[in-house]
């Protein structure tokens, strides 16, 4: 069995900054891509940035040069650091992985469960 725990949302005022937290823990083998997703109300989920286990990084047009996603292989742990927050980055933010629990199953999805980000002043 596989957990992503996301924490670190909150409210912030526009201009303001968040750091979120996504740790994978339980069988794990090995941890491909890991990334950030949101979801607005009454929109699709969108991507937000993701990072290879080597460290190549891939950003939404919207979100290049404000976040950044890093991660920590040691910690199975991946971060989103978010400056210049604007309103309509107001969503609810999933991490994901591409997870091998063992050497001899394939790799799957994770999702965390979601952490509410609020851009309002």
């Known amino acids: 069995q596989v957990q992503l725990v996301e924490s670190g949302g909150g409210l912030v005022q526009p201009g303001g900054s968040l750091r979120l937290s996504c740790a994978a823990s339980?069988?794990?083998?090995?941890?491909?891509?890991m990334g950030w997703y949101r979801q607005a109300p009454g929109k699709q989920r969108e991507l937000v940035a993701t990072?290879?286990?080597?460290?190549?990084?891939n950003y939404a047009d919207s979100v290049k040069g404000r976040f950044t996603i890093s991660r920590d292989n040691a910690k199975n742990t991946v971060y989103l650091q978010m400056i210049s927050l604007k309103p309509e980055d107001t969503a609810v933010y999933y991490c994901?992985?591409?997870?091998?629990?063992?050497?001899?199953?394939?790799?799957?999805?994770?999702w965390g469960q979601g952490t509410q980000v609020t851009v309002s002043s």
């Open positions: 994901n992985a591409d997870i091998k629990s063992s050497r001899y199953w394939r790799a799957r999805d994770y």
């Open positions: 339980g069988s794990i083998f090995n941890i491909n891509d």
């Open positions: 990072i290879s286990n080597d460290g190549n990084t």
